[in-house]
């Protein structure tokens, strides 16, 4: 008895929808790239321009040698990354705890911290600007990175993946004279990759795209973001740069955050994967 045919092709009318959906989704960034290959002065005359030839990286060069982007560039890179970091270490830390330890108050605990998915951040943006403007941590890395580390959903996603993992691992390192320390870091931390790398995505993308906390405390330009700072191109040299630049700027903002999807689009689609049949 033969095994019956199995059908993995999508019938035409859903691969027609897929392909036509992702066209939709493809052609502004298509756009993009093309308006950024094409000189200020052709795109002056007509935007139609950017469907010819010829197409040149002078913007490319102009944003490398004269222009504040590579600086802002950087600053979104330490400033994401020290984000991104640190949100790993602590939630992962808190995660453990809420998952593995008990202690007094640790569902309240548990509950207070969720509490912080139901507060925006606009309702605290005056003290937080207040107390960081005491301190004297505007204009600075610190003064960019230390709001970020507020992460409520990372500390429940970090807890869940963490109530996952079979209790037998930790009870069989004990009888094995394993600290507490010993199991979080070299046991349970290694089978929670997966969960750290779909938080670290997230973390890294929304602290790079985070647009409203940079702009107040920001004020100078040497400290801006790549938000901020394209912002401010866009409104203050729209004229004098020209559209190929400021397209050619949003290009190279763009590239980061295609290297990251990348590197970790496997671990991203595994612990989807596992928080579904878990």
């Given amino acids: 008895m033969t095994a019956p045919a199995r059908h993995d092709r999508l019938p035409l009318p859903a691969l027609i929808g897929v392909l036509l959906g992702a066209a939709i989704m493809v052609a502004p960034l298509i756009w993009t790239l093309l308006l950024s290959l094409k000189s200020n002065t052709e795109l002056m005359r007509d935007s139609a321009a950017a469907l010819s030839t010829p197409y040149t990286l002078d913007n490319y060069r102009a944003i490398l040698v004269g222009s504040d982007v ?7 890179l330490i400033v994401s990354s020290g984000t991104t970091l640190l949100v790993l270490l602590l939630c992962s830390l808190a995660g453990y705890g809420f998952a593995r330890l008990d202690f007094p108050f ?6 207070f911290v969720l509490l912080g998915l139901a507060i925006p951040e606009q309702a605290v943006i ?72 779909t938080l670290g995505v997230f973390t890294f993308l929304g602290s790079w795209n985070d647009y409203w906390w940079p702009l107040i405390s920001a004020t100078t330009s040497d400290k801006y973001t790549l938000t901020v700072g394209l912002a401010a191109a866009q409104m203050n040299y729209a004229q004098t740069s020209g559209l190929g630049f400021l397209m050619a700027q949003a290009v190279f903002a763009s590239i980061p955050i295609l290297i990251v999807y990348i590197i970790f689009q496997k671990q991203i689609v595994r612990a989807m994967a596992g928080a579904a049949t878990r």
């Avoid at 590579?70 to 979104?76: G, T």
């Avoid at 640790?106 to 509950?111: A, I, S, Y």
């Avoid at 390192?173 to 349970?188: P, T």
Wanted: aromatic share 16%; glycine share 6%; charged share 15%.
């Fill in 70 to 76: 590579p600086r802002w560039l950087l600053n979104s």
């Fill in 106 to 111: 640790r569902r309240t605990l548990f509950v």
């Fill in 126 to 197: 005056l003290p937080r600007h207040q107390l960081f403007a005491t301190l004297g941590w505007h204009n600075s890395y610190p003064g960019l990175i230390l709001p970020g580390l507020a992460a409520p959903f990372g500390v429940f996603f970090m807890t869940q993946y963490f109530k996952a993992i079979p209790r037998d691992l930790d009870e069989a390192a004990m009888l094995d004279g394993a600290s507490r320390w010993k199991i979080f870091w070299k046991i349970l931390l290694p089978l929670t990759l997966p969960a750290q790398a």
